[in-house]
């Protein structure tokens, strides 16, 4: 298993003889195809933050995020979603294909 | 370390993100020249009304094009969300500007694509775009010259009856 990102809270990995990867979320880890990996990154990036600092879009401040294919349930606040879009962008710059230019705007 | 993620996909993220949104643009656009085909035929305007019919089927066509292409690379296609579809037109003049803004529209976002494909060295998606690109010189030509034949044909009198005989022309 090789270590591809830490952010803060989190962590990305890939086993190369499982073809997958582990997220350490902290509290649990999840397995993910590429495909369900991809997934993530399309969830966790769609996350309006700016929502979080108005009260009537995100009253709260959490945000609920299902994770492949409804096998897990996450609730993160305002700093746990940042530093998730943190790990999925440099993440994947790590894996090669997202340019490195996106790693300088994060 | 053996590249599972490359492996994966073909293209780049920044690339696919970018390609779902012009999937987006084209649902939009099939969806707003439906809307068209609606209004020419409740004006009176019956070959309008088929002239948008394939032009809302073409975009489709663009869209499931995209959609595919994702499919090819490895990447995740976005089926999308449409909403806001004007339906309420001044004239049929003002149907096919509106038109020609929209294609214009989209060649921008298309050229944008292709820069940043090209950008981020994403050549397989530059070259995909291809053909996009020529078929919106097509496409742009294609309302310019009906937007010309209008100011020919002038509004007066039976133009506009003239004017809705002559768009049959332009459907193949
Ligand atoms: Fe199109």
Redesign the pocket.
């Known amino acids: 298993m090789k270590a591809i990102y830490k952010s803060q809270f989190y962590a990305l990995f890939q086993s190369q003889q499982e073809r997958c990867f582990y997220i350490d979320f902290g509290q649990k880890t999840v397995r993910a195809s590429f495909c369900q990996l991809l997934a993530l990154r399309q969830k966790v990036l769609s996350i309006e933050i700016e929502d979080h600092f108005d009260s009537d879009l995100n009253q709260h401040g959490f945000e609920l995020l299902q994770l492949c294919n409804k096998e897990h349930l996450f609730i993160l606040n305002t700093h746990e979603v940042l530093d998730l879009k943190q790990l999925i962008q440099n993440g994947f710059v790590q894996l090669g294909i997202s340019s490195t230019e996106e790693i300088l705007m994060a | 370390m053996k590249d599972i993620a490359r492996q994966g996909m073909s293209i780049k993220v920044e690339s696919m993100d970018m390609l779902n949104i012009q999937i987006k643009m ?1 649902a939009h ?1 099939s969806a707003t020249y439906l809307a068209m085909a609606s209004w020419c035929d409740q004006n009176g305007f019956f070959t309008s009304a088929k002239f948008f019919h394939k032009q809302a089927e ?2 489709r066509e ?1 869209m499931m094009k995209i959609f595919n292409f994702l499919i090819d690379a490895g990447g995740s296609p976005i089926s999308p969300e449409i909403t806001n579809i004007n339906h309420d037109y001044a004239s049929i003049v003002d149907v096919f500007e509106s038109t020609l803004d929209h294609e214009i529209a ?1 060649t921008k976002s298309i050229h944008a694509i292709v820069l940043k494909s090209r950008e981020v060295g994403d050549i397989a998606t530059e070259r995909f775009l291809d053909w ?1 690109v020529m ?2 010189v097509e ?1 742009e030509n294609t309302i310019r010259d009906i937007l010309d034949m209008i100011s020919v044909t002038g509004t007066e009198g039976v133009g506009l009856q003239m004017i809705d005989d002559h768009v049959g022309n332009w459907i193949e």
Do not use: G
């Open positions: 084209e656009a073409e975009e663009h989209v996009f078929e919106q496409e």
